[in-house]
Nanobody
């Protein structure tokens, strides 16, 4: 059974930083692209960042480029999202997701497995 468990969310002031983690089990981690998505109240879930199976390829939403960094540790079956210079509009539930590798570039949609999410709240 595949499980993705996010952690590291919380309340932070604007301009602050948080690091989210997502621990995976029940899958061969190195065969999967990993993605981060978020959903704010009243809005649809949106793509944030993704990283390829080897860690060499990444993708980011324009809204987070230069502020967020996605990384992975295949030895620990964990993917991370370092979030710096946080803004109130980054407030959302953040989800990690896993996608079996079928393309060389990590996708921005169509993921196979999802975590339960972790709340990030940025106060102004």
């Amino acid at each position: 059974q595949v499980q993705l468990v996010e952690s590291g969310g919380g309340l932070v002031q604007a301009g602050g930083s948080l690091r989210l983690s997502c621990a995976a089990s029940g899958l061969t981690f190195s065969l999967y692209n990993l993605g981060w998505f978020r959903q704010a109240p009243g809005k649809e879930r949106e793509f944030v960042a993704a990283i390829g199976w080897g860690g060499g390829r990444t993708a980011y939403a324009d809204s987070v480029k230069g502020r967020f960094t996605v990384s992975r540790d295949n030895a620990k079956n964990t993917v991370y999202l370092q979030m710096n210079s946080l803004k109130p509009e980054d407030t959302a539930v953040y989800y990690c997701a896993a996608d079996l590798v079928t393309t060389p570039v990590p996708p921005t949609s169509g993921y196979d497995y999802w975590g339960q999410g972790t709340q990030v709240t940025v106060s102004s």
